[in-house]
């Protein structure tokens, strides 16, 4: 255990994609709750996999992968917060929609694309030990922009989520702030990208929370107990991916998978047992 | 002499045709208490969203402490009122605490370079609902009266100048309403505060209040403190499918007309 350890420590590519997997894990974690407490599970399904379409215009028309999908992420996400009102659909159904059409666009986009360098399997299920300084730096701008975000609405995101009707009556910009929620989960779904793919990006999304919902007892402690399942979850995923030679992105949603059946098997039987 | 707390004049909302409120005046002075009756639909909760800011009337015009409503900023006239609205549910699965319920109330709450002490603001708020001992309580394990008196303190938490009140004694057994109105009365009575309570039982209210408007898209009646509301002004309400029932003070009250329970209704005591 200790070889393995002092292995994986040693190894260069691992040790460069160690800081970006935990900063990723740290925002995403931050934002699991929110998308949680806000029930926007589905939504960010429904991002990460639209947000295909925006890689594939990006492969078809030669532009930066990550800026392009994060512009059509943020749209996507945006375009979902204003679509139930203005056109009586949904949330669900118009997530539907459009996570069916951008990735089937996105699909078409790739397949025409004479590229042949594209590598479809790491933009599917992320492959953080490939990652490059100017994608770093990507990463970097997008984690400091949704701290930021966090630091100044996140009172206002919770008070919205306990009670939407209050908040509104109490002098918060409800429809503003939802805006810029939705805006800060299309950021973060690309920002797990690069982790865990478009495919698996939900797992990071919604994962962490999940385990912090089965033991949180307060606001903070199911922040706080996000970001360590994440934070462990990443690390140990990585760890293993590294010892077995598994896909990276795959064996954190796993690992995270893995903490949420304990904590829910020992809150079943603490449950049963009390 | 200081402006009234609130002046509406003229006050309209909805289509021409078919107006949800018509031609509504109503004054109001500091630490008034008044009552809103009606039936549903009546426009009581609008003419509550309308004070708050919530809703734009389509015409008339609204003072607020000799103010016009429309000059004050969002943020200027909740500093100076306290909204409790129509109980609705809220996220169950968010694990909040009883003070972090109340802290939404504040107006710096959502400012995190705000996070100044709120506890002397919370406890008291909290102390008025007699709620202090539960400021640690999960607000997910409380009764659905303790709620209810957990958004009212939410609601007092800024020692507001005028409180509106959307039918606050839902879910509070007999007792905790009475307590409840004598609280509102006391705050009226030592701070100057006004309310304007929406309300469906007229005898739980008429020994605590000042006045009572009698609403249903027009104010058929505002009865002041010791004032009988006419039986026409009931049916006017109500219908004539009514039962109206008068007890031994002369007062009068009504009910479904298949029921004959007496009730002491309708005597502003």
Known sequence: ?274 | MSAPVVQISHLHFGPASKPVLDNINLELEAGHFLGIVGPNGAGKSTLLNILAGLTQPSGGHIDLFGKCLTRFSRHALLKQIGFLNQLHDHEPRLPMRVRDVVAMGLSNYTMPWQFGDHDGALMSALQLVDMQNLAEADFRMLSGGQRQRTRLARALVRQPRLLLLDEPSAALDSVRQEKLFQLLRRLCDETGMSVIMVEHDIAAISSHVDSVACLNGQIHHHAMKGEDIPEDIWRAMYGDHIHIMAHDAGCIGCGPSDVHKPHDHGHVS
């Not at chain 1, 690390?235 to 590294?242: A, D, H, Q």
């Open chain 1, 1 to 274: 255990m200790i070889d393995l350890l002092t292995q994986f420590w040693v190894s260069a590519v691992m040790r460069e994609a160690l800081i970006p997997a935990l900063l990723i894990a740290l925002v995403t974690a931050s934002m699991s709750v929110m998308v949680m407490a806000h029930r926007l599970s589905f939504l960010t399904v429904g991002v990460s996999h639209a947000s295909l379409a925006g890689l594939g215009f990006a492969v078809t028309l030669a532009l930066p992968l990550l800026p392009t999908a994060t512009i059509f992420a943020v749209l996507i996400a945006l375009l979902l917060a204003l679509m139930p009102k203005k056109k009586g659909i949904s949330e669900d159904a118009g997530t539907g929609m459009l996570f069916a059409g951008s990735m089937a666009l996105g699909i078409v986009l790739i397949s025409n694309a004479a590229s042949s360098e594209v590598d479809l399997f790491g933009l599917l299920f992320g492959n953080i030990l490939t990652i490059s300084s100017a994608e770093l730096n990507w990463l970097y701008l997008l984690s400091a922009l949704i701290l930021l975000a966090l630091f100044l609405a996140a009172r206002a995101w919770w008070s919205i989520a306990f009670d939407a009707v209050t908040a509104d009556a109490s002098g918060l910009p409800v429809s503003s702030l939802k805006l810029l929620l939705y805006g800060m989960v299309g950021l973060t779904v690309i920002l797990c990208v690069k982790l865990a793919g478009i495919v698996l990006t939900a797992g990071l999304m919604i994962l962490p929370a999940a385990c912090a919902w089965i033991w949180g007892r307060s606001l903070f402690s199911l922040w706080l107990l996000s970001v360590i399942f994440s934070l462990a979850g990443t690390l140990l995923g990585l760890i293993w991916s590294y010892a077995y030679e598994w896909p990276s992105g795959a064996t954190v949603v796993l690992t995270l998978c893995l903490f949420f059946m304990i904590s829910w098997c020992s809150n079943w039987l603490k449950c049963k047992l009390v």
